[in-house]
């Protein structure tokens, strides 16, 4: 079955400097990935969706990757911020719905 | 853009009790919407797809006669946690899915969820 991973359960940055998160697949070729944004006690919020057939995103201080062979996205936040501390989740569409990564909650330490 | 609205946001309720929670489109139509439950610092794990006019589709390991799902317009969907015990307690979540499907993210919003609390 598909299996999506991301593999830091939570991650400390300091203030200013780059968050990378990492998003790992088995099991699957998507045609698309996307990330979220969760806090606590709210449902997911969309930041970004990538195609099979583009090999980065951006938007704003958020950047994100797409490996197919290497079945892994990379998801940036540069000039990070206390206020960008949530969790972030990778998630993908195996067929007409969507399954989400545990998700990696990051801190930014001021 | 896009806005789910998941009524209530917390609830509280007696073992043995059924609870409604429901989820509505409110600028779009969904054929489709999905129910999600959290547990605490886990990720969103899918208990059932329903699509408008049909029976749910449940996940595995998933009871269809504890969980109720009916789907009876494009901008509506309920989830009924029927005898609800301790165990229930979570963090429930709907995403409906935009007919139009050429929205950013491919039509997918997500409700800001239910707290639900079994004592």
């Known amino acids: 079955s598909q299996k999506i991973e991301q593999n830091s359960e939570a991650l400390n940055i300091q203030e200013g400097k780059t968050a990378t998160l990492t998003c790992n697949y088995t099991n699957y070729s998507p045609a698309y990935l996307q990330w979220y944004r969760q806090d606590p006690g709210r449902g997911p919020v969309f930041l970004l969706l990538?195609?099979?057939?583009?090999k980065e995103k951006r938007k704003e201080r958020l950047k994100v990757t797409f490996d197919t062979t290497l079945k892994q996205s990379l998801f940036h936040i540069t000039a990070s911020q206390p206020a960008d501390s949530a969790t972030y989740l990778c998630?993908?569409?195996?067929?007409?719905?969507?399954?989400f990564g545990k998700g990696t909650r990051l801190h930014i330490l001021p | 853009g896009a806005v789910v609205s998941q009524h209530p946001s917390r609830v509280i309720c007696k073992s043995g009790t059924s609870v409604k929670i429901e989820c509505r489109s409110l600028?779009?139509?969904?054929?489709?919407m999905f129910w999600y439950r959290q547990f605490p610092k886990q990720s969103l794990m899918l208990m059932a797809t329903s699509n408008e006019g049909s029976k749910a589709t449940y996940e595995q390991g998933v009871e269809k006669d504890k969980f109720l799902i009916n789907h009876a317009s494009l901008t509506l969907s309920t989830l009924t946690v029927t005898s609800a015990h301790p165990e229930d307690s979570s963090f429930y979540i709907c995403?409906?899915?935009?007919?139009?499907?050429?929205?950013?993210?491919?039509?997918?919003?997500f409700g800001s969820g239910t707290r639900l609390t079994v004592v």
């Open positions: 995403s409906a899915r935009d007919i139009d499907r050429s929205t950013t993210n491919y039509g997918y919003t």
């Open positions: 600028d779009f139509q969904a054929t489709t």
């Open positions: 990538i195609r099979e057939n583009e």
């Open positions: 998630a993908l569409d195996p067929g007409d719905k969507i399954i």
